[in-house]
C-alpha cells in the first residue's frame, strides 16, 4: 500500500511540474529563448512551390559547457519558450528528435540581457 501511494505521489508530481503548453514554459524568468525549431530537408527533392523543412516537436538539452542548465520542449508547431539567464548556451536534440545523429547537431546561441531573444533552430534530418 504504501508503494501504490508514493507513486500516485510520485505521477501527480510530474503532472503538476509538466507545463500545460510546453511553447510557454517560462519557469518565471524575464529572459530566455523563443522561437521556433525545423528540420529539413523533409523530401528528397526540393521544389520551389513546396517548403523543404517543418517545424517538429521533440525535448531539447540547453547546456552551458558539458553542465546541462534545463531542458525544454517544443509544441508540435516547433515553438518553444525557455526561460534562462543572461549568457552563452548549446541547445542539443534529445536522441528521440527525428533527426540524423542528433544529439552531434548542436546549436550555439546567446541569450541577451532584456527579454526573451528570438531564435529559430534548423536541424538536418539527413534526407537527400
Same mark, same amino acid.
Do not use: E, N
Given at each position: 500500500?504504501? +508503494?501504490?501511494?508514493?507513486? &500516485?505521489?510520485?505521477?501527480? =508530481?510530474? =503532472?503538476?511540474?509538466?507545463?500545460?503548453?510546453? &511553447?510557454?514554459?517560462?519557469?518565471?524568468?524575464?529572459?530566455?529563448?523563443?522561437?521556433?525549431?525545423? +528540420?529539413?530537408?523533409?523530401?528528397?527533392?526540393? +521544389?520551389?512551390?513546396?517548403?523543404?523543412? =517543418?517545424?517538429?516537436?521533440?525535448?531539447?538539452?540547453?547546456?552551458?559547457?558539458? =553542465?546541462?542548465?534545463?531542458?525544454?520542449?517544443?509544441?508540435?508547431?516547433?515553438?518553444?519558450?525557455? &526561460?534562462?539567464?543572461?549568457?552563452?548556451?548549446?541547445?542539443?536534440?534529445?536522441?528521440?528528435?527525428?533527426?540524423?545523429?542528433?544529439?552531434?547537431?548542436?546549436?550555439?546561441?546567446?541569450?541577451?540581457?532584456?527579454?526573451?531573444?528570438?531564435?529559430?533552430?534548423?536541424?538536418?534530418?539527413?534526407?537527400?
Amino acid at each position: 500500500m504504501t +508503494r501504490v501511494l508514493c507513486f &500516485a505521489t510520485f505521477v501527480a =508530481a510530474l =503532472a503538476c511540474a509538466s507545463p500545460a503548453d510546453p &511553447a510557454a514554459d517560462v519557469r518565471g524568468g524575464s529572459t530566455g529563448l523563443v522561437g521556433q525549431v525545423l +528540420r529539413g530537408p523533409v523530401t528528397p527533392v526540393c +521544389r520551389v512551390d513546396v517548403p523543404c523543412d =517543418a517545424p517538429f516537436s521533440a525535448w531539447f538539452d540547453v547546456l552551458q559547457g558539458d =553542465a546541462l542548465v534545463t531542458r525544454f520542449h517544443s509544441d508540435s508547431g516547433g515553438a518553444f519558450k525557455v &526561460a534562462l539567464v543572461p549568457g552563452a548556451y548549446v541547445v542539443v536534440p534529445s536522441d528521440s528528435a527525428p533527426l540524423m545523429m542528433p544529439r552531434a547537431q548542436r546549436k550555439d546561441v546567446v541569450v541577451g540581457s532584456d527579454g526573451f531573444t528570438r531564435v529559430t533552430l534548423d536541424f538536418d534530418t539527413g534526407i537527400r
